[in-house]
């Protein structure tokens, strides 16, 4: 029955695992925090959480830092640019030489 109360939806009991935002930032905060392990910035991100807003869209809160945690973080992001801004030239090098035939 439509009016029954177990089959409408009540903002009380509503919960953030009922979302797919929450399972979206829970995704992207766990794939953030492996990335900052692997630089050795886990501890420099202590407010790394998934979260959402009002309207239940996926949220990762990052938080404050320190001047020296964003300064290198800005540089893990130059080099990881540098470097996949060359693979893509040297992929784009080995594709011309393969269509003009050349070695």
């Known amino acids: 029955m439509r009016d029954d109360a177990t089959d409408r939806h009540d903002a009380a009991t ?3 695992l009922d979302s797919d935002g929450w ?3 829970r995704n992207a ?3 953030l925090r492996d990335a900052l392990i692997s630089a050795g910035l886990e501890k420099d991100f202590p407010y790394l959480r998934a979260d959402l807003n009002a309207f239940g869209h996926g949220l ?3 938080g404050r830092v320190s001047p020296a945690t964003a300064e290198r973080l800005a540089e893990l992001l130059r080099l990881a640019l540098a470097s996949g801004l060359q693979r893509l030239e040297e992929s784009s ?3 011309d030489e393969h269509r003009t035939g050349k070695d």
Do not use: I, K, Q
């Open 60 to 62: 990762v809160e990052l």
């Open 23 to 25: 399972y979206a930032a």
């Open 93 to 95: 090098d080995e594709t």
């Open 14 to 16: 509503w919960s953030p």
């Open 29 to 31: 905060t766990t794939a």
